[in-house]
């Protein structure tokens, strides 16, 4: 009977590998799901002399992306940014990530603009308060202010579609 | 000239085909006693290493040539790097390391085919038969996922260059070394196997399998020693050890190899622990190809992995699971009726053995379970975790520390029944020199708990080494001491160095783990700053070159009580074909020190620089103590009654 | 160089602190690089490294200790940030499996040290034994006889006592017989 312990545990090892080779190990599920999304009073991008604090969006469903021109995967996803844009059914406000100003509009003006209102986050610390570690992310917030989805990387149509767009519905009605 | 890429694609296909019928032909033939198929089994393992060693030589033939209509070659290479760099550019992917790897296991598939006139044709079939199977696997998963001759079109007018990390000395050793070890294990688990498979666990299966194993271990030592070393200097942090997933996977079979040999020895001795035994080459195997599979998944990640590929993992998973699922059924299946052997005390050498093995085993089932386990979490949907050196340090000390003090008590007691009394009688010295000198020494510097057992631990196995030796050489009868030390057997000597080794490596971990120190701060020109009792001086930097890199080249004056004793350049290098940056430290290597400087970013706005600058005590030990191993592992080896031909053994020919 | 020295302190934020830098050092050692594949905040060149090593300075500076700040950064990124695993039910296998294993290996040597059969040998059998080592082919007989050959030794030079080396010689014999027995 012992002799087979050997077997038994290489087979649940095996299972385990097996699953593993089906997940990414460097995507990290944030721990600000369901948590009121942090608070910051940040200058505009456009304004500078003006600020903007999520607290002001409190009744709506929105998303905050995180961008920088630096960034080369926020080109992949920017197409995307632009066509919800269009569509009006959520909307997009960006925080600017350890980024220069001018390169920013810069970027935006070639680029094209989906952004409601951006801020700037020169020093990263309100990214750091939201966990951000690599740009793109994108967070969904609810009228209630807590943040209720992360998207780590570049948004793409499937989870738009699948996962984003459902849960803007459902929160919105 | 004939091109040489088709020539090292066809090489593999024909290696394929013979070590099918390597992997079947002779097996079946011992199955059913046809002589001929048996006696098959030689020839073409030795073709089948032809066929893979002029595959690997075309692949580096066309990385020495800069053929970059080779897709691998473009890849990797480029026309500036230095030959030798060219050279380990071969196995500096991953295909090129799985080839490598075929190689290196045709090459002992080879060697077993030689050097094992004197046993039974029978036997040496299975175990070819073995080593054939899984040169199948390695050679299809080249065929299906990562053949190396794979061409590009149109042809590039140079290649991207290798890894900046990798053009050092440490590539052109450190993997073929590493690779020497780790599938060499793949004999000892080949005789475990053909053993299971005829059931004939006899002696002549315990005493042969030894020498192989030793050999293996030995070059597995060095391996990761080199490794660990490559490491310490190339990455510019100065660390040697991190228990990243790849480090644990070279680290698992050796630590269940290191149990292996000796349990072996206590099987050859004594015939006992026969099922421990089997088990445990089944195990080092099956962590070499787990770590294999862990390394090129993209399962786990790590600063070492390849660029991953599902289909590669699904591939080695597949093999890996009909491998070692079926070398394990076997043994479930066999293992019921092995024989027991001579039968020991509660305490003897073989009950000290067997305790030291399940240690060593549990450390290796420690290390595997803390590498998995952020995998385990994520697979049951339980989150993100890490797991690091933190967790791996705790608990493999912990693990380790009895077996190290076990490891001082084996030598000294009898075989089959020890007394407790005598044994303690024979090490009190040892112990109180140990535990003395452990507490008290750290008062020198500072007195820390961990480096005091460290220490002890340290001592310990020096001292009983010394008893050892002085019980051994005891002038029993008229003989001279010098006609003692040279009749007793090689192995002894082998075993007691490499007890010494890791003493002196535990020493070495110890003491620069305690008292190391660092900084990291940022240097004007002509500012100077002191640590662990040597005073820096940054002069300023200059630039400079390489065959393949321009780099901007620091110059730091070291002086110690005032005189100046020497000049050290940390460079930061960038690399003509690939744009990467990359540090070179400057380390100024001692017996009882290292001095490490690298040069990090610039200050914007100043003229400044920054540096980290360490003082690490001892840490040369850590790597000499591996060398000792590896030199106490090859006098084990090379021990005259594994020599066939020696007449003490009278071994006549196997029916 | 005492002035420039003292103007190095007042420009840059470490070098000015040793006791600081260590023990921002020691903290950041246990802290993982979020962007990086597998490196401690400590040796990781990323900026976000950096940027977060900086936060833990400002912090210590501020009078936080350890489990504050690993607190706020488990706030932000979960537990992954944290090299050593905190102790929750969900690691609970991970700190004690280790020494389960340790004490089933315990059990397991205590097990097999118990169930030892003893030597069931009978005298006449060392007649067959003789004949084998004599006359036997093959490599195990001959490890077999070198065994025997350094058993004899050890008698002669007193290691065994004759009780000890009957024992030995009774136990070499029976393994001989199992494995090279031959026809009945």
Same mark, same amino acid.
């Given at each position: 009977m012992k002799f087979t312990v050997p077997i038994i545990i290489f087979g649940v090892l095996v299972v385990f590998l097996g699953i593993g080779l089906r997940l990414d190990p460097r995507l990290l599920p944030s721990?600000?799901? !369901?948590?009121t999304a942090p608070e910051f009073h940040l200058s505009q991008l456009?304004?500078?002399s003006r600020t903007f604090s999520p607290?002001?969006?409190?009744?709506q469903v929105w998303l905050l992306n995180t961008w920088a021109s630096?960034?080369?995967?926020?080109r992949q996803e920017h197409p995307l940014l632009l066509a919800l844009a269009r569509s009006g059914t959520v909307p997009i406000y960006g925080?600017?990530?350890? !980024?220069n100003r001018s390169d920013a509009l810069q970027w935006l003006k070639n680029m094209g603009n989906p952004y409601v209102i951006n801020v700037q986050d020169s020093n990263g610390r309100v990214g750091m308060d939201y966990g951000?570690?690599?740009?793109?992310e994108t967070y969904l917030i609810d009228k209630t202010g807590v943040i209720r989805f992360k998207q780590i990387g570049p948004l793409n149509v499937e989870t738009l579609e699948k996962t984003v767009m459902p849960l803007v519905r459902s929160l919105n009605s | 000239m004939p091109d040489v890429p088709s020539i090292g694609q066809l090489s593999l296909i024909i290696a394929l085909c013979v070590a099918a019928v390597q992997a079947s032909i002779p097996i079946v033939g011992a199955a059913r006693n046809r002589q001929s198929w048996i006696a098959a089994a030689v020839p073409l393992a030795q073709w089948q290493f032809i066929f893979v060693a002029l595959a690997f030589l075309s692949l580096a033939y066309c990385f020495v040539t800069n053929d970059f209509s080779v897709l691998n070659v473009a890849r990797n290479s480029n026309s500036e790097l230095p030959l030798n760099y060219r050279l380990a550019a071969t196995w500096g992917s991953h295909e090129g390391s799985i080839l490598l790897w075929v190689f290196i296991l045709a090459f002992w598939t080879a060697a077993v085919s030689v050097f094992?006139?004197?046993?039974?044709r029978v036997v040496v079939a299975r175990v070819l038969g073995v080593m054939g199977f899984i040169s199948v696997g390695f050679l299809l998963f080249i065929q299906i996922?990562?053949?190396?001759?794979t061409r590009l079109l149109?042809?590039?007018?140079?290649g991207n260059d290798l890894n900046s990390l990798l053009q050092d000395p440490g590539m052109v050793v450190h993997p073929p070394m590493l690779y020497m070890g780790y599938v060499g294990f793949s004999v000892a688990f080949a005789f475990a196997v053909a053993a299971l498979a005829g059931n004939r666990l006899d002696a002549a299966w315990a005493r042969w399998s030894r020498p192989w194993t030793l050999a293996a271990w030995t070059f597995l030592t060095c391996g990761i020693a080199l490794g660990s070393y490559w490491s310490y200097y190339v990455q510019?942090?100065?660390?040697?050890?991190?228990?990243?997933p790849v480090e644990n996977a070279s680290f698992m079979p050796w630590l269940a190899g290191t149990a292996l040999i000796h349990s072996l020895a206590v099987t050859e001795k004594r015939g006992a622990f026969k099922a421990w035994t089997v088990l445990l080459a089944i195990a080092s195997f099956s962590l070499s190809l787990l770590g294999t599979f862990l390394v090129r998944s993209g399962v786990l990640t790590s600063v070492?992995?390849?660029?991953?590929d599902p289909k590669r993992g699904i591939f080695i998973l597949c093999f890996l699971a009909i491998v070692i699922g079926g070398s394990l059924l076997l043994y479930a299946w066999r293992a019921r009726t092995m024989s027991a052997g001579a039968s020991f005390a509660p305490i003897s050498r073989e009950s000290l053995l067997l305790s030291n093995n399940v240690l060593l085993a549990a450390a290796a089932a420690s290390v595997l379970l803390g590498t998995m386990y952020p995998l385990i979490i994520d697979a049951l949907n339980l989150g993100k975790l890490s797991v690091g050196p933190p967790y791996f340090n705790s608990v493999f000390v912990a693990i380790m520390t009895p077996a190290i003090f076990l490891l001082g008590v084996g030598p000294i007691a009898r075989w089959k029944k020890a007394e407790l009394p005598e044994l303690a009688r024979r090490l009190r010295w040892a112990f109180a020199v140990s535990v003395i000198a452990g507490l008290s020494i750290p008062f020198v510097v500072e007195w820390k708990p961990l480096i005091s057992l460290g220490l002890t631990l340290s001592i310990w196995i020096v001292s009983t080494a010394i008893v050892s030796f002085a019980d051994k050489f005891k002038?029993?009868?008229?003989?001279s001491i010098l006609q003692r030390i040279r009749t007793v057997p090689r192995n002894y000597y082998g075993m007691q160095l490499a007890h010494i080794g890791v003493a002196v490596t535990i020493a070495g971990i110890t003491l620069v783990t305690g008292y190391e120190v660092q900084q990291d701060l940022r240097l004007n020109v002509g500012d100077s700053t002191e640590i662990g009792g040597y005073r820096f001086d940054f002069h300023g930097v200059a630039f400079a070159g390489g065959p393949n890199y321009d780099a901007i080249r620091a110059e730091i004056d070291v002086f110690q009580n005032g005189k100046q004793i020497l000049r050290m350049y940390p460079e930061r290098r960038t690399y003509h074909a690939s744009g990467n940056d990359m540090k070179s430290a400057a380390i100024d290597s001692g017996v009882f020190r290292d001095l490490f400087v690298a040069l990090g970013d610039p200050i914007e706005g100043t003229d400044a620089w920054s540096f980290r600058i360490q003082y690490k005590p001892f840490v040369d030990w850590i790597w000499a103590g591996a060398l000792f191993m590896a030199i106490g592992g090859a006098l084990a080896f090379s021990?005259?009654?594994?020599?066939?031909?020696?007449?003490?053994?009278g071994l006549r020919e196997a029916a | 160089m005492k002035s420039a020295v003292l103007l190095l302190t007042l420009l840059?934020?470490?070098?000015?602190?040793p006791a600081l830098d260590q023990r921002v050092l020691a903290l950041s050692r246990q802290?993982?690089?979020?962007?990086?594949?597998?490196?401690?905040l400590a040796d990781s060149q990323a900026e976000l490294a950096s940027d977060l090593r900086k936060e833990i300075r400002q912090q210590m500076v501020q009078g936080k200790n350890e489990e504050e700040i690993k607190a706020f950064l488990t706030a932000r990124?979960?537990?992954?940030?944290?090299?050593?695993?905190?102790?929750?039910p969900r690691t609970y296998l991970l700190w004690f499996a280790p020494f389960g294993v340790a004490a089933v290996g315990l059990y397991a040597f205590i097990r097999i040290v118990r169930t030892q059969r003893s030597t069931t040998f009978s005298g006449k059998d060392h007649e067959r034994v003789e004949t084998i080592l004599t006359n036997g082919v093959g490599t195990n007989i001959a490890i077999y006889r070198e065994q025997m050959e350094f058993l004899k030794n050890e008698f002669e030079t007193g290691s065994f006592t004759r009780e000890q080396f009957e024992i030995e010689r009774n136990e070499l014999e029976q393994r001989l017989l199992e494995e090279c027995g031959g026809p009945l």
């Open positions: 721990p600000l799901i !369901d948590r456009d304004e500078p607290t002001e969006l409190r009744g630096w960034c080369v995967s926020c925080l600017n990530y350890k !980024d951000v570690y690599g740009v793109p | 094992t006139r004197h046993l039974e996922t990562s053949n190396p001759f149109p042809v590039p007018a140079d510019g942090w100065g660390g040697w050890w991190f228990w990243d070492h992995a390849f660029a991953t002038a029993a009868g008229a003989r021990d005259r009654r594994y020599n066939p031909a020696a007449k003490s053994i | 840059t934020p470490s070098g000015n602190d802290l993982r690089c979020l962007v990086c594949q597998n490196e401690s990124y979960g537990d992954f940030v944290l090299y050593r695993p905190p102790l929750t």
